[in-house]
């Protein structure tokens, strides 16, 4: 069955056959094929309940091939990084998920598998090598991203132009989180003794940002970040976590530590007809809208638009 890989490169078509006892239905990632005509924007949305689940509090559930690892061990390390992740932020989408499905797969590109099953389960793929916690933490911590962003149902097809943004949003998200669990874990580790794995945490998501720093010095994207994109615009909205958007996901972190309740503004994505497939400046200005349905900050895009300099439609 074809699925949509978030490879961290370029999105690609993969056939892939996957074991897992007890699971039925179609599976799709970063972002399906399927779309549903019920993705407008809802214009009157009702405030989220304070004892409704949210991503953060959801159960999580593992499946696939885990190989040697012990299953406890693992469901440790995701939930640490869930919360490295999400615990300060106010989760205002009216979009979650009542539980969450981490996959790993022994071959391919982590993804989010898009089920058109009808089910509220948002369903993570990873593929990790053997206790490689550090991995497995960016890998959750990106897909994660995702559903945050409203990239988890059906009919959450990526696309150009604006999916690139996304990927560059998710990304910091992910870092983000990494930080915070390298710290976590250095001071109270899930398993006695290992304090010292923060270290190595803390240097995996460096090495990461080092390669992206690179590529912002070599693309130009450190002075000026308007006249990056105007020159690169072509290779910057081919979708996918690309060369660009890994740059460019360096100044979004920058922005999620200076301005912290920013990050508000992801769960405001995506609930509009066409998602990432409109021009960006449509994208941001339907995302402003979105933030004051949903009342909350408009920051992170308002700051995006300034940033890129581009024009909100008809302004």
């Keep these: 069955m074809a699925l949509f890989g978030d490879q961290y490169g370029a999105w ?23 779309i549903s ?10 405030p989220i309940p304070c004892d409704r689940p949210t991503l953060r509090s959801v159960p999580l559930e593992l499946a696939g091939d885990w190989g040697r690892m012990l299953e406890g061990a693992v469901v440790q390390v995701i939930e640490r ?6 615990d300060d932020i106010r989760l205002v989408s009216d979009r979650q998920p009542t539980r969450v499905r981490v996959d790993e797969h022994t071959s391919g590109q982590p993804a989010i598998w898009l089920h ?12 990790i090598g ?12 990106h897909e994660l991203g995702h ?16 999916q690139w943004l996304e990927e560059a949003m998710v990304e910091a998200f992910s870092l983000r989180g990494l930080q915070r669990l390298a710290a976590g874990w250095k001071e109270n580790p899930p398993f006695a003794g290992d304090n010292a794995f923060g270290d190595a945490i803390a240097e995996y998501r460096q090495n990461i940002i080092h390669r992206y720093a690179a590529l912002a010095d070599a693309q130009g994207l450190t002075g000026d970040a308007a006249a990056w994109f105007a020159d690169h615009r072509g290779e910057i909205e081919i979708p996918g976590l690309n060369p660009f958007a890994q740059a ?17 503004a992801l769960g405001a994505l995506n609930r509009w007809p066409g998602r990432s497939g409109i021009p960006l400046g449509e994208y941001l200005q339907r995302w402003k809208e979105s933030c004051a349905e949903l009342q909350t900050s408009a920051h992170l895009p308002i700051r995006l638009g300034e940033l890129l300099e581009v024009v909100p439609p008809g302004k």
């Excluded at 005509?37 to 009702?46: D, E, F, V």
């Excluded at 990084?81 to 999400?86: D, S």
């Excluded at 058109?116 to 593929?127: E, F, L, R, T, Y």
């Excluded at 053997?130 to 959750?140: I, N």
């Design 81 to 86: 990084m869930r919360h490295a992740c999400l």
């Design 12 to 34: 690609t078509v993969m056939l892939v056959s996957v074991r897992i006892a007890s699971t039925v239905g179609r599976m799709s990632m970063g972002i399906s094929k399927r």
């Design 248 to 264: 460019m996901c360096l100044t979004i972190l920058a922005e999620y530590d200076q301005t912290p309740d920013c990050l508000e």
């Design 147 to 162: 559903v945050l962003a409203n990239s988890w149902q059906s009919d959450a097809k990526p696309a150009a132009p604006c």
């Design 37 to 46: 005509k019920s993705g407008s924007m809802k214009r009157n949305p009702q």
């Design 116 to 127: 058109p099953d009808g089910s509220n389960m948002a369903w993570i793929i990873v593929d």
């Design 130 to 141: 053997e206790r490689d916690w550090s991995k497995l933490a960016y890998q959750f911590g």
